[in-house]
């Protein structure tokens, strides 16, 4: 079955760096989607940024510019490379992927609601981000 393990979490200052990793096992779709979410305590689940199986990138505008999703497919490891990091970054960030071998991913803006696109979570890596 597929398996999604996240790991790269942790504590930092703002204007910090984290890059988190999401480990795929059973991923073997030629045509994905995947991608990062968020959740802050008290508020709903939101897309961060996300990537097909043509490297296409998306992301949410409050990351834009400061987050990078991206992926080794040899490696079967998605990546989220955050910089600048900001108090409210602040969250528990899940990987996610499609499973129903769609070559496209949803659009991440929070009025759509993209978290019922994905079919496949990860556990959660927590990111705290001080001021």
């Known amino acids: 079955q597929v398996q999604l393990v996240e790991s790269g979490g942790g504590s930092v200052q703002a204007g910090g760096s984290l890059r988190l990793s999401c480990a795929a096992s059973g991923y073997t779709y030629s045509n994905y989607c995947m991608g990062w979410f968020r959740q802050a305590p008290g508020k709903e689940r939101e897309g961060v940024a996300a990537?097909?199986?043509?490297?296409?990138?998306s992301y949410a505008d409050s990351v834009k510019g400061r987050f990078t999703i991206s992926q080794d497919n040899a490696k079967n490891t998605l990546y989220l490379q955050m910089n600048s990091l900001k108090p409210e970054d602040t969250a528990m960030y899940y990987c996610a992927a499609d499973g129903l071998g769609r070559a496209h991913c949803p659009p991440l803006a929070p009025s759509y609601g993209s978290t019922w696109w994905f079919q496949y979570w990860g556990q959660g890596t927590q990111v705290t981000v001080s001021s």
């Open positions: 990537i097909d199986s043509d490297d296409t990138t």
